[in-house]
């Protein structure tokens, strides 16, 4: 056993050992900004207060308990600041704690491969790709297959606080619970070891009966909430997510792996799977690779036991997932490491000056920890701004108050192999569905684009703004949503719109729609802050509400379009008036 031990923990560290710089990526941002506030609040480190995705919120709602938010915390305390390496060099332990747990149930169920076993859980591409992240995936595996290991061993009272780890881990710990009570029935050890599958339950429960009582919410209604809002329960996102998650599987190890499954059934390993993946696809939405990590480790035993007398197919397999998983690893460092070289770059440009990010996850990491703000929907930016952007994102709509921004710095993000698990014109579902359905995908297009842009200020040139031309985006200065089927553009309670006077005396007017769903009855038109128009409107009318000729004191004008009520439609977040169409001086009909 130790031999063996020993070849596995020298076998994780030449895997591991390249990787311990690596940048943050992906929700690791989040994860750290829980980690930054329980400085503050250590008991309630998911309140703390970010934006996500333009819109300010909470991490209450977070589809995760706080434990790795509190592993985190501590690891801050210890450096006082984040710092990659001795971050990963603490997960690091995690992936040791999670390959000696799957090499202590292999040699229980195939002892005479016990190691080749553990050696292909190293090495299924998502085990080698996430255990370099920071996200509460690898401080899952790690306790979950600690729990099983030591429960299978009868080392009850170890078990026990391995379980209540996990459980504040991830919800999808109560999974462990008809898995390990089918083992228990079959080993006719539930008498003695049963209250174990209570623990899941009553740990959860009682942070979120202590979250209920000291701050008057539960974090599982704002979860609900959040799945209503964002639509992430629908059947069609369950769909995609069970498409990418079954071919996730395929890939996971080998097609070596997926033969073994179907033809090799063992009572409680082919359970494990199969109970997990049904709830895997019944939980999840994103249908992200990292979800099926828990049944990486019986899948690996599995595939072991079947070859164990063909050991050539066993080390083919642990060669093509190696090579798969070290490429899949080196593109996604490729990918985070590009923006933190870049923001390094475009930050040296910006001294003194208000600096935004429009972006996610590592770029947003690395551009705030350098002061940069991030994006709120509908934010208006100041001559003199500058703003990082990334292509692939999701773009956060702002308006730029009259003025151009001007790319000042521009790089492609790339990698030096072809390897893709996410990427601009990608098809990979790797980390979400929201990107494709392939388990990953081969292009040597840019993994994204990034720009850093300073916004000058410019001269109105246009008296008339209809929606559709593109040069009115220069003069929309807030309050107005991007363009829709090509023809308007929702507008919130208020918009703002800077104009080119005209040479004369000219009506002011805004061709407007009122929906059905829209309570606001009247809307107000003003020039330079002095109401120049009013009219009542009813839902479904399309209509031009106008004033008499009018005529700006200066070269610009500034004007406002209000509607006096406001509304939010479901599933979206959106503070909305009314339809425009077109605003400004109106041309001679």
Wanted: aromatic fraction near 12%.
């Amino acid at each position: 056993m130790l031999k063996q031990a020993l070849i596995v923990v020298a076998f994780l560290t030449l895997l591991r050992a390249p990787f311990l710089n690596h940048p943050i990526q992906g929700d690791d941002f989040y994860y750290l900004s829980a980690a930054q506030w329980a400085q503050v609040d250590p008991a309630h480190p998911h309140h703390a207060q970010y934006v996500f995705l333009g819109v300010p919120m909470d991490m209450r709602g977070h589809p995760h308990p706080p434990g790795n938010a509190w592993l985190l915390a501590s690891l801050l305390a210890l450096t006082g600041d984040i710092k990659e390496i001795p971050y990963h060099a603490a997960y690091f332990l995690l992936s040791v704690i999670a390959a000696l747990s799957t090499l202590a149930l292999a040699r229980r169920f195939v002892p005479a491969r016990a190691l080749e076993a553990t050696l292909l859980f190293c090495a299924v591409p998502a085990f080698v790709v996430n255990s370099n992240s920071l996200e509460a995936d690898l401080p899952f595996l790690a306790f979950w297959l600690l729990s099983f290991s030591l429960t299978i061993a009868g080392r009850t009272l170890l078990a026990a606080p391995a379980i209540a780890i996990c459980s504040l881990m991830a919800y999808q710990s109560v999974v462990l619970i008809p898995i390990l009570g089918w083992w228990m029935y079959r080993e006719k050890t539930l008498k003695s070891q049963a209250w174990l599958l209570a623990i899941p339950p009553i740990t959860i429960g009682a942070w979120l009966l202590f979250e209920r009582l000291t701050s008057a919410t539960l974090p599982i209604q704002v979860l609900n909430q959040h799945f209503q809002t964002y639509g992430l329960q629908r059947l069609e996102a369950k769909l995609k997510s069970a498409a990418a998650l079954s071919g996730h599987l395929a890939v996971m190890l080998t097609p070596f792996g997926l033969w073994a499954l179907f033809r090799r059934r063992h009572w409680f390993l082919t359970t494990w799977i199969a109970v997990f993946f049904a709830a895997a696809l019944v939980l999840f939405f994103a249908g992200s690779a990292r979800y099926l990590l828990p049944l990486a480790a019986p899948f690996a035993i599995l595939t072991a036991l079947y070859y164990q007398n063909r050991p050539v197919i066993l080390y083919t397999a642990l060669a093509l997932q190696l090579a798969l998983g070290i490429g899949l690893a080196i593109s996604n460092y490729d990918h985070w490491n590009g923006y933190r070289h870049f923001v390094r770059e475009a930050l040296q440009r910006t001294q003194h000056h208000r600096v935004w990010i429009n972006g996610e996850w590592g770029l947003r990491h690395y551009a705030e920890s350098e002061g940069a703000i991030p994006l709120q929907r509908g934010q208006v930016l100041r001559p003199g701004d500058y703003l990082i952007d990334s292509a692939l994102a999701e773009r956060i709509p702002f308006t730029t108050g009259g003025g151009q921004l001007v790319p000042q710095l521009r790089r492609e993000i790339t990698s030096r192999l072809p390897f893709r698990i996410i990427g601009l014109g990608v098809k990979s579902g790797y980390s979400s569905v929201g990107f494709g359905l392939r388990p990953f995908d081969l292009s040597t297009t840019p993994i994204d684009i990034v720009t850093l842009s300073v916004l000058i200020e410019r001269a109105p040139t246009l008296s008339w703004l209809p929606m559709t031309v593109p040069d009115t985006e220069w003069q929309l200065v807030s309050g107005v949503y991007t363009l829709e089927n090509s023809e308007w553009r929702w507008m919130g309670p208020q918009a703002v719109f800077l104009l080119k006077s005209p040479p004369s005396a000219t009506p002011l007017a805004a061709d407007i729609y009122i929906p059905d769903q829209a309570p606001g009855r009247t809307v107000i038109l003003s020039l330079d802050g002095r109401e120049v128009a009013r009219q009542s409107v009813k839902p479904g009318d399309k209509l031009r509400i106008a004033s008499p000729p009018v005529q700006p004191a200066g070269p610009t004008a500034t004007i406002t379009l209000t509607i006096d009520k406001e509304f939010q439609a479901p599933g979206d977040d959106r503070h909305l008036g009314m339809v425009l169409i077109a605003a400004g001086f109106a041309p001679p009909q």
